[in-house]
């Protein structure tokens, strides 16, 4: 059996190798940051819990997974102004990726970024940023279209020079805390702003008793982005907000792939998938998934094609 390394350790980089270590496939991870979950982070403050990327998603009538992760209990719905609901984990979007990653028995290296991927002989060879080499029997590259690009680059110019152009948005997240008694709901105000996503919940998990938490989304373009706060001054007056008891504002600069809405999208997605060696898998939400069970399911079904490709070699 060869070796996998994965190479990125967000949701769907930590879900192939939660498929590989079920099915008892030698793999490694690397992860330039010093924390798993990419974008997922959570954050608790003065009694409130809240979710620095990620919050909510849709949940299918059936994902197994949850229980096998022991998470089916912490989940909730919560509904928007609008009239849309979603799922809510109790605590936080982070314990997706704590369950992910306590499960994990691989090694996992923190602070080190891939630069380059080579091939030798029948091996993969992997570049570090810091000029350490690592070589592997098959890749799973778990990194947006914008860091993979550069990873490619050696390996297939192709995809790189496809990879290249992939568009994204700014995305801030927002956390404020509030009391409830005091809190009038801004109802359609809220959506008057840059506001892609908002809901609010009184949950005792998230909050303290007589508290409300809302979560925020809001799109700008880079160039126009308030700084934290500003933008809590901004939505304080805006939305008619009571005292904040506290907030969490986090920006996550080029964060929202955009490419999966231009004409040609999938078009040139199936050609790099074509493109790319036998032995590679490209995952993550520059890739035709861009929700969070998408996601997982995404890497856990890349953890399976490529275990079934390294066991024949
Ligand atoms: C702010 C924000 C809010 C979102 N909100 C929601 C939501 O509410 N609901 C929902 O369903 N989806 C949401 N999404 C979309 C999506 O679910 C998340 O972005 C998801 O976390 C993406 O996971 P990923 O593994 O594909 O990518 P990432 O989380 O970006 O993980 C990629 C990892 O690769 C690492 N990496 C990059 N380059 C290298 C390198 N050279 N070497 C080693 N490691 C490298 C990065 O450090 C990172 O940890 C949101 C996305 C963002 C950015």
Partial sequence: MRDVVIIGGGLSGLSAAYELE????PYRLIEVKKQLGGSLT??????????NGPFAFHLPAEWPLLA?????????TVTSPAGKSWQVFREGTASLVNALAGRLTGTIV???????????DKRFTLCMENGLMWDAGALIVAAPARHAERMFRTLRPEV??????????????????VRREAFQHPGRRIW??????????????????????????L??????????????????????????VTSV??????????????AGYEANMATIETLLPPGVALIGSDYRQTDLVGLVEQGRAAARRIAAWASGE
């Fill in 22 to 25: 079920q099915m008892g496939v």
């Fill in 42 to 51: 959570s954050t608790r403050r003065e009694g409130f819990l809240m979710d």
């Fill in 68 to 76: 096998e992760l022991g998470l089916t209990g912490p989940l909730y």
């Fill in 110 to 120: 923190h602070r080190m970024a891939v630069s380059s991927i080579g091939q030798l």
């Fill in 160 to 177: 790189s020079q496809r990879l290249a152009g992939f568009p994204y948005d700014t995305v801030v997240r927002i956390g404020i805390g």
């Fill in 192 to 217: 008057d702003m840059a506001v892609a996503y908002y809901y609010e919940t009184d949950h005792p998990d998230r909050v303290p008793s007589d508290g409300l938490l809302l979560q925020l989304g």
């Fill in 219 to 244: 799109r700008f373009h880079a160039g126009q982005i308030p700084t934290p706060d500003e933008l809590i001054t901004m939505l304080q007056s805006r939305l008619n907000l009571p005292e904040i």
């Fill in 249 to 262: 504002v986090t920006h996550w600069p080029e964060a929202d792939p955009l490419a999966h809405l231009s």
